[in-house]
């Protein structure tokens, strides 16, 4: 396998880790929202923190639906973070992508040229 093969390969598997982050954020999102429905109908009048409703008397479903808001809010914050993180991998690979291949593209136009002038030197000393 050369290194450009293999750079072409961690960029495709470093954009389907993009993917599946930002696939995470929104199922983050959609779970977010879940505990905040769910928070709503258990009770008139939640208690908020911030933009978070709460419930403080103790019933099934008040877990339920905490458990809904915290694993929703880790789950969008490391989606974007991850999708951040493999955004900026997979740049990274396709920039030294572009190196190797304006490279191998140089080598190539030296060895052409090797060829025609000592093609020509042949043809003149004949």
Known sequence: MSFREYLHEKAEESRHNETLAYLMFLAGAVFFVGGILATLSLSEE????????????????TFLSLALLICGIAMVFFGVAAGVNYSRDRGWYMQELKKAGSLEQGLMKRETDNKKNGRKKKTETT
Do not use: E, N, V
Request: hydrophobic share 40%; aromatic share 24%.
């Open 46 to 61: 939640p208690q908020w923190f911030l933009i978070i409703p709460y419930f403080t008397q103790s019933s099934s479903g």
